[in-house]
């Protein structure tokens, strides 16, 4: 049986656009109380007044999710806001086009980590202690399968989202006496902003053939729905074709 997300507290971090987008507003639409970050505010204005439209309350924070005060910061934010946190989602993420390491450099390597690993600790670490004294939280990371199939996404992507998909699993290992929950969610090609970061974008026959972000979010929701006694370590959600 599903839990309701009516009044669940639910901080959605890489808000502005993609995947993040849509699962703020699944999660808003399911009556969650919604705090929607990212770093690009005048996205997280826009997602506002959208959901303002139909009704809706959306509570909003600019962050950069590569700056620990800035994601300390947040968390303080959030539950001064809206409540103690009872699910935490994970959506920031980009690469670059100079991705092969015949290109990379050490500044590019950093930035790639910092965003789509160092992060999640950050935003993980000032939610965890407020979790564990209520005995329950869920994390839910998007990470990608280029974290556990090689491809050529580049080094540093496939790093960090196989060091994302770590971080989920080692928390849960850690945390589940505590009744805090994780669980890492790995989407084959979805069709979003960050394959305008590719060196050549996929054709227009296999972007047909892609993922939405809202099939993404979608699943993440689902997670977010389980019953306490019911955990989801990892899961991967794939286009057809593959």
């Not at 972007?207 to 699943?219: F, G, I, R, S, T």
Request: proline share 6%; aromatic share 2%.
């Amino acid at each position: 049986m599903r839990v309701s997300l009516e009044n669940q507290v639910v901080l959605v971090v890489g808000a502005s656009s993609g995947i993040g987008r849509e699962t703020a507003v699944l999660l808003a639409r399911r009556g969650a109380r919604v705090m929607a970050s990212a770093r690009r505010e005048e996205r997280l204005r826009g997602l506002q007044s959208e959901l303002a439209r139909d009704g809706i309350a959306i509570a909003i924070a600019p962050a950069d999710a590569s700056k620990v005060g800035e994601m300390e910061k947040l968390a303080q934010r959030t539950r001064d806001e809206l409540g103690q946190i009872d699910i935490m989602v994970y959506v920031t993420g980009t690469n670059i086009p100079d991705r092969t390491l015949k290109r990379l450099n050490a500044d590019l390597w950093d930035m790639m980590l910092s965003v789509n690993l160092n992060g999640a600790y950050y935003i993980t670490r000032a939610v965890l202690p407020q979790m564990r004294e209520r005995g329950a939280g869920h994390l839910i990371f998007v990470a990608s399968v280029s974290g556990v199939v090689p491809d050529v996404s580049g080094a540093a992507y496939q790093a960090s989202k196989r060091g994302l998909i770590g971080l989920a699993h080692a928390i849960r290992v850690e945390e589940k006496e505590n009744g805090i929950r994780t669980c890492a969610i790995l989407p084959g090609l979805v069709d979003t902003e960050i394959l305008e970061k590719r060196p050549v974008k996929p054709p227009p026959e296999m972007l047909a053939k892609a993922l939405q972000p809202v099939d993404v979010a979608e699943a993440v929701v689902a997670v977010a729905e389980l019953p306490p006694r019911v955990v989801i370590p990892e899961m991967q959600i794939l286009p057809t074709y593959l």
